[in-house]
């Protein structure tokens, strides 16, 4: 990663509801986290530093959801203040896991959690950021791949738009040379509904994919079940996945509620 020419480029990362794991990914690059400071200034970025530098900024990075009303106001001020803003991880993505509360009464589970849910105050909805402000560009998973964050960041501090995949893990898995877990031993894999990015890391692990980095661009979700439930799998291991990380992107929505009318065995 080049070293920028006179002023460095402004990158701040941001957080509404979410885990930090995402953020966390960025800190993780170890041997490339020195080339990144040195290329950008980085002026907001409280989960490594307290110093806090105004904006405007040239790259925001937005983790986690809108859950509250002054989340859908602060987001409002982050786009305003950034040049260029991209979306990090699946609850900025696609809502989170906090949008499993979106499948129930939300009275009913504030009750359950708080012991006096009145002091919250929360939107109806976990939504993603892209449901708020314009995004330039999304970084899919839970939490994101951080080879992919670097690519992004290097490719915005030259001007490129970066080349992001948006066909399915069965891509990576078949360029890996990857024998297919669904196929081959018979493992409910959400692999071929699910975006590329992680590089097919839990059928290279002889694990079937949960569908971590959200829906791919073609989703034909009624194939895929209608495969996974022939072979025998009973219909909650594809429930459970993609009601988790994504179960807000609504093409895994669609996939489950059909599953479901068609009354699949669990
Ligand atoms: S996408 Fe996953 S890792 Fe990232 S902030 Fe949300 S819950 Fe955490
Ligand atoms: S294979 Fe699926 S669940 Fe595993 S890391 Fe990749 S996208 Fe996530």
Redesign the pocket.
């Known amino acids: 990663m080049a070293a920028a020419a006179s002023r460095r480029p402004r990158l701040a990362v941001w957080k509404f509801s979410s885990c930090d794991g995402c953020q966390l990914s960025l800190l993780d690059c170890e041997r490339e986290l020195l080339a990144v400071a040195e290329a950008v200034e980085i002026a907001h970025f409280l989960e490594a530093s307290s110093a806090v530098g105004k904006g405007p900024y040239d790259v925001s990075l937005v983790e986690g959801s809108i859950t509250t009303p002054a989340d859908a106001a602060r987001i409002q001020r982050v786009r305003k203040a950034s040049r260029t803003l991209v979306t990090i991880g699946a609850c900025a993505t696609a809502g989170g896991i906090q949008a499993l509360r979106d499948t129930a009464e939300l009275a009913e589970l504030a009750g359950a959690v708080y012991p006096d849910p009145d002091w919250l105050e929360v939107l109806p909805r976990s939504t993603p950021i892209a449901n708020h402000v314009r995004v330039d560009l999304e970084l ?3 939490p994101i ?1 951080r080879g992919q964050l670097l690519t992004v960041i290097d490719a915005l501090l030259h001007g490129r738009r970066p080349d992001l995949s948006t066909h399915s ?1 069965c891509g ?1 898995c078949k360029a890996r040379g990857t024998v297919c877990v669904l196929v081959a031993s018979g493992t409910p ?3 071929p509904i ?11 692990w002889h ?7 959200g829906p791919a661009e073609t989703v034909n979700g009624a194939s895929l079940s209608r495969h996974v439930l022939a072979g025998g799998a009973p219909a909650s291991a594809l429930l459970g ?1 993609l009601r988790s990380f994504n179960v807000g992107a609504e093409p895994f929505r669609r996939t489950a509620a059909r599953i479901e009318e068609e009354g699949g065995r669990t």
């Open positions: 899919r998973g839970c791949d893990v990576e894999c959400l692999g699910t975006q590329a990015g992680c590089g097919a890391l839990c059928p290279t694990r079937g994919c949960y569908g971590c980095f996945p």
